[in-house]
């Protein structure tokens, strides 16, 4: 006898299968609207996205374009501007000693003056006369030869000393392109060359610097990518650069130093294949969001810029699609929800026109099912399979079956919970600890990279690994979190038995008792090796200070962070005293040496959380803190200059001290009163411009 049969002929036949065909006719003609609404919308979003995506690589393929524009625009106006300056300097030089020097003399300070100031590489002044002979010439003087320079021709045989003095004698200044191979190179290739030249009255001479256009060239490169780099709009928005030889200049939203081999391929010529376009191309492609190793699917927008053979790019990631379709999928499952709920109320008025005869089939078969539990309990106690001869129908002796393979599978089952949980204590660091933090239990990850037994955590607080090294505040805010019964995540540096540092990446939990913290778990990850990595990315090799790419990121959260808070931020931007003679006097071992003491100074003076040291380039530095006010922060610069210039390292070109000496430009600024990076920049260089002018060797504060 089938149990099966009797209970389908007597009560679900008829009734149970009509309701449940209407049901899903009704579901299926619901799913079918909601298909067709979800590809309207993706269509639509898609559009939309294009149209976007377009419109910021239009941006800043126009950006490109006006920088690329607009190197010679200023170039000139730099050369124009260096230039007057050095002729200003020589002229207040001839004004002031005209009538207690000879000749010689002034001409000799002039020239002595112009040679010392340096700019960028190949970038040097000069001075001729108007008759050809040479006074000052690649940066070295020819006051007491007679250098005839006349005849002297660029790569494509232009007089250029003639040409020079003609524009001299004639129009007083002006600007001349010439080519000329780079000195203190072993290429033997011609650069385009522009200078600026202009007339200096009392010895008829003209003064004049020049630029190769192909440096300015990657100059202005450098300054686009490291511009674009830094553009994020929307959510996840940022833009990527790569060249057509296959190097990412931007990539995953920053600027890659050096630029990096590009590393998919397949991806790389999707990008070639959507630039044949000139007016650029589309394609789909899946890849990380920032800070993330998820891969998400991705529509991007690349378009090509000739001049420069880079291909532009942003894309936009289409999990906001999915968002939206997962709104109409709720819709529609409240729908179904509703409609449920109706054939409920048809179920239970079944149900009772079927109670009755439930009832009599209930009372048949009663004795096998408590058999049937009866023997499982037995079975599933005691391990052992379940007796089939002990049941009636055949429906019964099919589910004991089936128990019995249930019950094989569950031991199973445990035997790989226990090995999971083998492998976990293995690999992830966990503990826990009483509502007072005392450490209540350990795992074997946590004794082996602590160095401590279990036996000698227990009872002992977490103090027992921090490092020294962590701020307090960091512990305030975890406590913080846990005491209102939140959980904390963050990154903790630690120190073992041995003394030794170790990095792991934790989240806390808060164990409830009846609504009460009763105490923590703690999870953790080991990212020694990755704090590591990021130590070396950050830090420059030679003087352990911050690095420039890390101060440029640093200095806009500091800015933001004194905004927020409206208190003081410093900045202090530190050149070292003639260190090129210095460099040239005692070589560049010995100036290596210098630049580490210099920055271990400068390293002792921002030992607070708040105060950072940067090698800005070369012999330049920059230091990033906070006092109350100006005067405290001219101290705190004064104590620097002082303690350098107390090392007492001989510098005898020095002429602001028998020793060697630096020049600070400091910037003090309320939060409310600073504006960007760039102004806090440039008032440092100008207050350090006029350090260096008003003799070297001091501070000087910018207004």
Wanted: hydrophobic content about 35%; proline content about 2%.
């Amino acid at each position: 006898m089938k149990l099966s049969n009797l209970i389908l002929k007597a009560i679900f036949f008829t009734a149970i299968i009509s309701t449940f065909l209407a049901f899903i006719i009704n579901t299926l003609f619901e799913y079918n609207n909601f298909l067709d609404e979800a590809d309207q919308i993706k269509k639509d979003f898609t559009k939309q996205r294009k149209a976007d995506l377009k419109r910021e690589v239009n941006k800043i393929y126009n950006y490109i374009s006006y920088n690329e524009n607009n190197i010679i625009i200023k170039a000139k106006e730099k050369l124009r501007n260096r230039v007057n300056d050095a002729y200003s300097i020589a002229y207040k030089i001839y004004n002031k000693n005209k009538n207690i020097k000879t000749e010689k003399e002034i001409q000799y300070l002039i020239i002595t003056t112009l040679q010392n100031i340096t700019y960028e590489k190949d970038t040097y002044f000069f001075i001729n006369s108007n008759e050809g002979r040479a006074i000052l010439f690649n940066t070295n003087s020819y006051l007491n030869s007679n250098k005839n320079i006349w005849n002297l021709k660029d790569e494509k045989g232009t007089y250029f000393i003639q040409k020079q003095s003609n524009i001299a004698l004639n129009k007083k200044e002006g600007f001349i392109d010439n080519y000329f191979i780079k000195p203190n190179t072993k290429s033997n290739k011609a650069y385009d060359k522009l200078s600026f030249i202009k007339l200096f009255e009392p010895y008829n001479w003209h003064i004049g610097m020049g630029f190769y256009i192909d440096n300015l060239t990657r100059e202005t490169k450098i300054e686009v990518v490291d511009y674009i780099a830094s553009i994020r709009y929307g959510r996840e928005g940022y833009f990527f650069i790569n060249s057509l030889d296959k190097k990412a200049l931007i990539h995953d939203g920053k600027r890659a130093i050096p630029p990096l081999k590009y590393p998919d391929e397949s991806l790389f010529q999707k990008q070639l294949e959507a630039i044949k376009n000139p007016d650029g191309g589309f394609f789909f492609y899946k890849f990380n969001k920032l800070n993330s190793t998820k891969k998400y699917k991705k529509l991007a927008f690349v378009k090509e810029y000739p001049k420069w053979k880079w291909i532009i790019g942003t894309g936009s990631y289409m999990d906001e699609l999915d968002n939206e379709l997962l709104k109409k999928q709720n819709q529609l499952k409240n729908v179904i929800i509703v409609k449920s709920s109706i054939i409920l109320l048809i179920f239970v008025f079944l149900f009772i026109l079927i109670y009755f005869v439930s009832k009599k089939i209930t009372s048949f078969i009663e004795s096998n099912i408590i058999n049937l539990i009866s023997l499982f309990n037995s079975a599933s106690s005691d391990l052992k399979k379940i007796n089939l001869n002990k049941f009636t129908f055949i429906e019964f002796r099919t589910i004991a079956k089936k128990l019995n393979k249930t019950l094989k599978l569950r031991n199973k089952a445990e035997k790989t919970v226990r090995d999971l949980l083998e492998i976990i204590n293995k690999n992830v660091i966990i503990s826990t600890t009483d509502a007072k933090g005392k450490i209540q239990s350990a795992n074997d990850s946590f004794c082996k990279i602590s160095g401590y037994t279990e036996k000698e955590l227990i009872g002992k607080s977490h103090n027992i690994v921090r490092h020294p090294d962590m701020p307090k505040e960091t512990y305030k805010q975890m406590w913080r979190a846990l005491l209102n019964g939140k959980s904390w995540e963050g990154e903790l540096k630690n120190r073992n038995k041995e003394g030794e540092t170790y990095w792991v990446k934790a989240t806390i939990y808060p164990i409830f008792n009846k609504g009460k913290i009763k105490g923590y778990t703690a999870i953790r990850q080991d990212i020694t090796d990755k704090k590591r990595v990021e130590y070396l990315s950050i830090t420059d090799e030679l003087t352990q200070t911050y690095n420039r790419r890390y101060f440029n990121t640093k200095i806009e959260e500091e800015i933001n962070r004194a905004k927020r808070n409206n208190y003081y931020l410093a900045f202090i931007m530190l050149d070292i005293d003639f260190f090129k003679l210095y460099n040239d006097n005692y070589g560049h071992h010995k100036g290596d040496e210098t630049l580490i003491k210099v920055s271990q100074i400068l390293i002792k003076h921002t030992a607070r959380a708040s105060d950072f040291a940067f090698r800005l380039g070369g012999e330049e530095f920059g230091i990033l803190f906070s006092y109350k006010n100006e005067e405290d922060s001219l101290m705190y610069a004064e104590s620097i200059r002082k303690e350098i210039e107390a090392l007492k390292i001989e510098h005898k070109a020095n002429e602001a001290s028998p020793y060697l000496t630096t020049s600070l430009g400091l910037v003090v600024k309320k939060g409310k009163e600073l504006e960007s990076i760039d102004t806090v920049y440039k008032l440092a260089d100008e207050a350090l411009y006029k350090a260096k002018e008003s003799g070297k060797n001091r501070v000087c504060v910018s207004n």
